[in-house]
């Protein structure tokens, strides 16, 4: 059953909308407080090119967590997963998204996956560039070119005030640069990956950016390969084992696709040959997801049929 109906869709996230309430705004990052806890869009992006969608999906959000996985695929099409997988590694943790234990637990002392902060600001480390500035740039410009638009950039004010803010991230930085997990300045590091988390853009973007993966690394608009195919399937990997954190088992039972979340309330989704889908909803849940983007993922995983497994 195809995703062809934005009536349907408005009648998800009105009933989506309704568990809003019983999530709550990120505040750990102080500029995502102001977020607007009943905002609910979703777009989904055919491999056809078309699109669908509901609620405001002109609504611009920073991505957070969800730059990981554009951030890992970027380093992995440079670096090749042979270098990458010696700095960071592969199995999901079970544990929340920002949490240390199992740096320290974990032999040989490298981050479990790079779908944690842990794992990400080693994959962020490894982006190549003569500045941090450089390396920012890099990375946006690829971004850039899997939503085929080049007005995106990032947030300034989200940017700094997670710069500012973000004592546990610096703290695993620290700790891993003693392992020469991360080589270079704490700081810079740090620098661009707030820089990269603050990066923002409209659900529409993100659900053409999701049909990149749906469609194993090529662009649904311009048809050009940006990934490589082993690129893609490895992202979508992480995202099905450690994409939505400690409650990726949960969504791979009750939803079944590749996806990624982030603390500012997008998600984006792949379904493989099918569509991409880019969620903004942002009241979360206790594990840092999407409230009710995660409801209304299960509204068309059952509709759609859109489960892989
Ligand atoms: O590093 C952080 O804590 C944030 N910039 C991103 C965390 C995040 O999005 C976790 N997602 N659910």
Known sequence: MACRDNEELQRFVEEAKKVAKDGKVA?????????????????????????????DVDKRFTL???????????????EGPKK??????QEPTGDPFNSMIKL????????LNPMIN????????????????????????FIRELAND??????KETAASEFETSMINRAMCYYMKQYHIIRGNVEEVMDVYTKQCAIMMNSLDLAKIACV??????????????????????CKTFMVTCGMYNASGEFAINIGI????????????????????????????????SIAGIKLLELMSEKYEMSIF
């Open 150 to 155: 080049k007005s995106i950039t990032y947030c």
């Open 84 to 89: 990458v997988f010696q700095f960071v590694g």
């Open 27 to 55: 505040s750990y990052i102080p500029a995502l407080a102001k977020a607007d806890q009943t905002d609910l869009s979703v777009a989904v992006y055919h491999v056809s090119n078309t699109c669908h969608s509901a609620g």
């Open 104 to 111: 320290e637990t974990a032999s040989p002392n490298k981050p």
């Open 258 to 289: 590749p996806a990624k979340s982030g603390v500012s309330g997008g998600i984006m989704g792949a379904a493989p040959y099918d569509f991409g889908i880019g969620i903004f909803g942002p009241a979360l849940d206790e594990k840092g997801n």
């Open 64 to 78: 957070q967590s969800i730059s990981k996985v554009l951030a890992l695929a970027f380093v992995l099409s440079e």
């Open 213 to 234: 993966f749906s469609l194993d690394g090529r662009h649904p608009e311009t048809g050009k390969q940006i990934l490589s195919k082993d690129v893609a399937r490895i």
């Open 118 to 141: 842990a794992g990400a600001l080693a994959v962020t480390s490894l982006i190549r560039g003569a500045t941090p500035q450089d390396q920012l740039n890099r990375l946006i410009g």
